[in-house]
């Protein structure tokens, strides 16, 4: 009698087991719909829980083109959910792409980013900043976030760098490049701060800090290169007057 209870056990956890494994993404993807947010629009879905790929995905108008995640089983064990995801295609410079590795603690609901790479048009992260000169750019920002980990409001732990690649801008005379501008990201009480230095073509050195919902406060100074177009020298001149330094004060 006791050996038969124990297979019938044996037999109902190794068919869930089996059920949990092979359970196709688009069914758990629909179980998951009613706590995910409304606006998050999701494309076809394919393979299973662990590994699986989505084939576009658009939030708040921010648009997606495919991504793909494995689930790390062992970590359940350990009360870990560990994901790997790639999105986007690094290809399309004027889609969002990039890498993160996802840990999230099943216990503590701690979560955190590792080895994280975003790769965004630059022209989309500039339109969400109420900049006081209005810029036409081509280009690509890039984040390199080794670690982040969420705390209130946005950070409890924060490490990377940001760099622009392959930036044009528009001026009257047509289209002109720039050199890459590098920044460092880290975490200023529970706020992204955003650190540039002036050692670029613009002269270009920021403060910044997003501490809050459309709570963003920067400051610092630009100085563009004699060697710049003289419609940069111009547009710059709408900042105000130049001081003892020749920069021009940036405040937003």
């Known amino acids: 009698m006791k050996k038969t209870i124990f297979l019938v056990i044996l037999f109902m956890v190794s068919w869930l087991f089996f059920i949990v494994c092979l359970m196709p993404a688009h069914i758990a993807v629909s179980a998951a719909q009613p706590y995910l947010p409304k606006q998050l629009q999701i494309g076809d879905v394919s393979g299973t829980l662990w590994q699986g790929r989505v084939s576009e995905l658009l939030y708040q108008g921010t648009y997606i083109q495919g991504a793909d995640w494995q689930l790390s089983g062992g970590s359940l064990l350990l009360g870990q959910a ?10 399309q410079a004027q889609l969002l792409s990039g890498k993160s590795e996802i840990n999230y603690g099943l216990f503590n609901a701690q979560l ?9 048009p630059l022209q989309t992260v500039i339109s969400q900043l109420q900049l006081p000169l209005p810029i036409n750019v081509k280009g690509r920002l890039l984040a390199d976030i080794p670690s982040y980990q969420l705390g209130a409001p946005y950070c409890e732990l924060l490490q990377g760098d940001l760099m622009t690649q ?6 009257t005379s047509g289209w002109f490049s720039l050199d890459a501008i590098l920044g460092e990201v880290s975490c200023q009480e529970g706020g992204v701060a955003l650190k540039i230095e002036p ?7 920021l403060n910044a800090l997003l501490s809050g919902p ?5 400051s610092g100074f630009v100085k563009p290169a004699e060697s710049l177009p003289r419609d940069v020298h111009n547009a710059v001149k709408f900042l105000g007057r130049a001081d003892a330094q020749g920069r021009y004060t940036l405040r937003f």
């Open 199 to 205: 050692d670029n073509e613009l002269g270009l050195e």
């Open 166 to 171: 392959n930036v044009s801008v528009q001026g």
């Open 82 to 91: 560990k994901l790997a995801v790639t999105f986007g295609d690094a290809k």
């Open 112 to 120: 955190t980013l590792s080895n994280t790479l975003l790769r965004a």
């Open 214 to 218: 459309n709570q963003l406060t920067a």
